[in-house]
């Protein structure tokens, strides 16, 4: 009968964190003061060693098939959430401070390998099989929420508010499916797959509200921050190597990675201060970052190995990564009093992403005696997409009703994404061939990349200053775009012997996009006897490509009956908006 040999593992982990924080102080004639703070944190790990092999000397015989599994399905959901609260009230002063903070801390490091490994199998019927494959996913939320209220009757009052929500997620997985060292005889083809499939969702945010009244002078500062970040390093390979394998059908050696990340941060923060018969001063900060990297290693390979019998052979390598990243930070400012307002207000976007991936695939001193008509494909293929959007706005207003109000309103925001990829086909010091007398089908070595940018940054700021005596109104925004493409993409025979051929193809494509868009719009009003009034708007869209392309034949004998064709093919577009405005 047929033998299988298998492991499996669904580890799972589901963490949820929370909490609420909340302080009332009330005075009728002293001083009053609230604090609230409340932190959430959740900090999950997997790590697990998944093994399924045929080792040690064993010997297969006979058997009607060859089955050697391994497989991982590793999930964290994880949910962090806080909320704060501070009330502070006095008939003469008060104040009130409000802080919330959640984390999210999550990885994944698992080790999947199917190997047959100094080893004899010698089938009767069937198929040899070897396989790998690990799906881990992480979907991850995170947010903190904090408000802030001070009312203080006839003095003071202030209000504090701050809060914060951060993810980071880690995926490093090793995925290997191989035969070494072995001699393998199958009647019905050999399969050797290592398949990865990796994704992180997180998601975070981070709100603070804060108001501060008094009869004389009031004070507000509010400040809010996201943060996601996250990074899969996968390494996935298909090898056999110092084998002898009869193969008694196709041949096929894949490795395929995807990746996948989505991540969206938010931040916004809203302050309030009023003094009736003074001052009012108030601060919003808003700051969101994302921070995303890819870096996979997708191999395939046939190496010091002897193949006989194989019908078409196929040796691939497959790697498909995509981030989409949204930030999104919003400010606002309030500042009122009878003879002062001042309000301040800055938000901060910034998306940072980054693919730098590996793809090969070799035959590498090796023999191949393949069947009369049978192919020959030695194929590598890279697909990068990357979506990267920031925004960034702030709104200050300041009143100053029988004196002097300021408002300084500031947005910025940048996006830099960056790939860069290596994806190479090669073959050297290989000989194939047919049975004497009769000739191959197809022989084809080919490498393919394909990268994608569409990179959004939005940035505004608007500032209102009113008085009597004066007002001053200043805005500022930013917004970059920044966004690289260098991928090298190589198609390469060296010091081989192919034997007659239908068909000879070494190919080399290498195909870059981008799409950017930068917008930054300030805009001002100020009212008063003496009025000033001060915005600017600035914008920058910068975009590189440096590719590499090179298909290549050296010190090499290849015989086709057909057309012989060796071609490097390059192309790229480039599209950019970059648009400044004040007002």
């Known amino acids: 009968g047929a033998v299988a040999i298998g492991s499996s593992d669904t580890s799972s982990i589901t963490a949820d964190a929370g909490g609420f924080a909340l302080a009332i102080a009330a005075s009728g004639e002293g001083l009053s003061v609230a604090l609230?703070?409340?932190?959430?944190?959740?900090?999950?790990?997997?790590?697990?060693?998944?093994?399924?092999?045929?080792?040690?000397?064993?010997?297969?015989?006979?058997?009607?098939?060859?089955?050697?599994?391994?497989?991982?399905?590793?999930?964290?959901?994880?949910?962090?959430?806080?909320?704060?609260?501070?009330?502070?009230?006095?008939?003469?002063?008060?104040?009130?401070?409000?802080?919330?903070?959640?984390?999210?801390?999550?990885?994944?490091?698992?080790?999947?390998?199917?190997?047959?490994?100094?080893?004899?199998?010698?089938?009767?019927?069937?198929?040899?099989?070897?396989?790998?494959?690990?799906?881990?996913?992480?979907?991850?939320?995170?947010?903190?929420?904090?408000?802030?209220?001070?009312?203080?009757?006839?003095?003071?009052?202030?209000?504090?508010?701050?809060?914060?929500?951060?993810?980071?997620?880690?995926?490093?997985?090793?995925v290997s499916a191989s035969i070494d060292d072995s001699t393998v005889t199958s009647k019905d083809g050999v399969s050797?797959?290592?398949?990865?499939?990796?994704?992180?969702?997180?998601?975070?945010?981070?709100?603070?509200?804060?108001?501060?009244?008094?009869?004389?002078?009031?004070?507000?500062?509010?400040?809010?921050?996201?943060?996601?970040?996250?990074?899969?390093?996968?390494?996935?390979?298909?090898?056999?190597?110092?084998?002898?394998?009869?193969?008694?059908?196709?041949?096929?050696?894949?490795?395929?990675?995807?990746?996948?990340?989505?991540?969206?941060?938010?931040?916004?923060?809203?302050?309030?201060?009023?003094?009736?018969?003074?001052?009012?001063?108030?601060?919003?900060?808003?700051?969101?970052?994302?921070?995303?990297?890819?870096?996979?290693?997708?191999?395939?390979?046939?190496?010091?190995?002897?193949?006989?019998?194989?019908?078409?052979?196929?040796?691939?390598?497959?790697?498909?990564?995509?981030?989409?990243?949204?930030?999104?930070?919003?400010?606002?400012?309030?500042?009122?009093?009878?003879?002062?307002?001042?309000?301040?207000?800055?938000?901060?976007?910034?998306?940072?992403?980054?693919?730098?991936?590996?793809?090969?695939?070799?035959?590498?001193?090796?023999?191949?005696?393949?069947r009369a008509g049978s192919d020959f494909q030695v194929t590598a293929d890279d697909s990068s997409q990357m979506t990267a959007n920031a925004a960034a706005v702030s709104l200050a207003v300041a009143i100053g009703v029988d004196g002097v109000g300021g408002a300084l309103a500031a947005g910025a925001s940048v996006a830099v994404s960056d790939i860069g990829n290596t994806t190479r086909a090669l073959v050297d010091h290989i000989d194939a061939a047919a049975p004497a007398g009769q000739s191959l089908g197809q022989f084809e070595i080919a490498a393919h990349s394909s990268a994608m940018i569409d990179s959004l940054s939005l940035s505004a700021a608007g500032a209102v200053g009113g008085g009597f005596w004066g007002g001053v109104a200043l805005a500022g925004a930013g917004a970059a775009s920044v966004n690289t493409i260098a991928n090298t993409t190589e198609a390469m025979v060296q010091n081989s012997q192919i034997d007659q051929a239908s068909l000879i193809t070494v190919q080399a494509t290498n195909d870059g996009d981008i799409q950017a868009n930068a917008v930054g719009v300030a805009l001002t009003v100020s009212a008063a006897v003496g009025a000033l009034s001060f915005s600017f708007g600035l914008s920058l869209s910068d975009n590189e490509m440096h590719n590499v392309t090179l298909a290549k034949v050296e010190n090499s004998s290849l015989d086709s009956a057909g057309a012989a064709t060796v071609d490097a093919v390059s192309s790229g577009h480039n599209d950019a908006v970059s648009v400044g405005a004040a007002i």
Request: aromatic share 2%; hydrophobic share 45%; glycine share 18%.
């Open 36 to 174: 609230g703070v409340g932190a959430s944190v959740a900090v999950n790990d997997i790590g697990v060693n998944q093994l399924a092999s045929v080792d040690s000397s064993s010997q297969i015989l006979n058997a009607s098939g060859l089955s050697v599994t391994s497989s991982s399905h590793s999930s964290i959901d994880a949910l962090s959430l806080i909320g704060s609260g501070a009330i502070a009230i006095s008939g003469t002063g008060a104040g009130g401070v409000a802080g919330a903070a959640a984390i999210s801390v999550n990885t994944i490091a698992d080790t999947t390998h199917a190997e047959v490994k100094n080893s004899q199998v010698l089938l009767g019927s069937g198929a040899v099989t070897v396989n790998a494959s690990d799906s881990s996913q992480i979907n991850a939320d995170s947010g903190g929420a904090a408000v802030a209220v001070a009312v203080g009757g006839e003095a003071a009052g202030l209000g504090v508010a701050l809060g914060a929500g951060l993810s980071v997620n880690t995926i490093g997985n090793d």
């Open 192 to 370: 050797v797959e290592a398949i990865s499939a990796a994704g992180v969702r997180a998601y975070s945010f981070g709100i603070a509200g804060a108001v501060g009244g008094g009869g004389a002078v009031g004070g507000a500062l509010a400040g809010a921050g996201s943060g996601s970040g996250a990074t899969i390093s996968n390494s996935t390979t298909a090898r056999i190597q110092g084998s002898t394998v009869h193969a008694g059908g196709d041949l096929t050696v894949q490795a395929a990675d995807s990746a996948n990340i989505d991540t969206v941060a938010g931040a916004v923060a809203l302050a309030v201060g009023v003094g009736v018969g003074g001052g009012g001063v108030s601060v919003a900060v808003g700051v969101s970052v994302a921070v995303n990297d890819i870096q996979d290693s997708t191999i395939a390979v046939v190496d010091s190995s002897t193949l006989d019998d194989a019908g078409n052979v196929k040796i691939a390598a497959d790697s498909d990564a995509v981030i989409n990243a949204v930030t999104v930070a919003g400010a606002a400012s309030v500042g009122g009093g009878g003879e002062l307002g001042v309000a301040f207000a800055g938000a901060g976007a910034v998306s940072i992403n980054n693919i730098h991936n590996t793809t090969e695939a070799h035959a590498e001193n090796a023999s191949f005696n393949l």
